[in-house]
Structures are given as structure tokens and as C-alpha cells.
């Protein structure tokens, strides 16, 4: 791992985390906060963006190292983790995986859901009232 690719997902990973922060006040201020809207909004945004990424990274800027490190892992990354979840489903798509794909997906999203409860679970207990 060198510094400047290391720099370049820092920096991206900034700038993403910012935007999503940004987002969700705006979503706040409309009185959108009782609704994942903020959260849909931004994964659906991330998805879109790495499908128009992959296509001019690999088109424009073949081997451009930096800017993926930057711009897919760092600002994608720092927006929201579902778009690696995004790319990796449509390169099961493109690969006429679909037991695969299928099976990525209810996994994500139910273990997702069953992490999220077990480590409510484990705060309670590990910081009780």
C-alpha cells in the first residue's frame, strides 16, 4: 500500500462521509427524520454513481489506481458501504449467477439485521440504564 493511494481513500472517504452527513440534514430539515429516507436515498445514489464509475474508470482511466482508491472505495465508501454490495451483485448478474446473487443479498441484509440486534443486545447488557 503506498501513501497517495492510501491519502486518496482517506480523502475520499472524507468527502463521502460529509456528503452523507450533508443528506441526512437536508432530509432533517425537511421532516423526513421518521423515515430511512436519508439512508435509501444515499445508497441508491452510491449504487447509481458506481455503475457510471465503473464504466469511465474502465474506459478513461484504465489501471488509474488513485482515482478507484479515491472515488470507489474512499467517497463510495465513505457515502455508503451498499454500493459495494451494488457492484458486487451486478458482477454476479453479468455472471449469469443468480443463485449467487440471490443468496449475497438475503445474507447482507439478514445478517445485517441479525448483527445490528445482537450488538443492541450485547450494548444492553455490556451498558445497562
Not at 44 to 49: H, K, Q
Request: aromatic share 14%; net charge positive.
Amino acid at each position: 500500500m503506498s501513501w497517495t493511494n492510501l491519502i486518496a481513500v482517506a480523502s475520499g472517504g472524507a468527502l463521502g462521509a460529509s456528503t452523507r452527513y450533508g443528506i441526512n440534514q437536508w432530509f432533517v430539515r425537511q421532516g423526513w427524520y421518521g423515515l430511512p429516507a436519508a439512508t435509501f436515498a444515499v445508497n441508491v445514489i452510491g449504487c447509481f454513481l458506481a455503475g457510471v464509475l465503473l464504466v469511465w474508470l474502465d474506459t478513461r482511466l484504465q489501471g488509474a489506481l488513485w482515482w478507484r482508491n479515491l472515488l470507489m472505495v474512499g467517497f463510495l465508501g465513505g457515502l455508503t458501504t451498499f454500493s459495494a454490495l451494488g457492484v458486487e451483485g451486478f458482477q454476479l448478474l453479468r455472471a449469469n449467477r443468480i443463485d449467487l446473487f440471490a443468496l449475497t443479498v438475503l445474507a447482507h441484509v439478514a445478517v445485517g439485521v441479525l448483527a445490528v440486534a445482537a450488538g443492541w443486545k450485547l450494548g444492553q447488557v455490556a451498558f445497562p440504564h
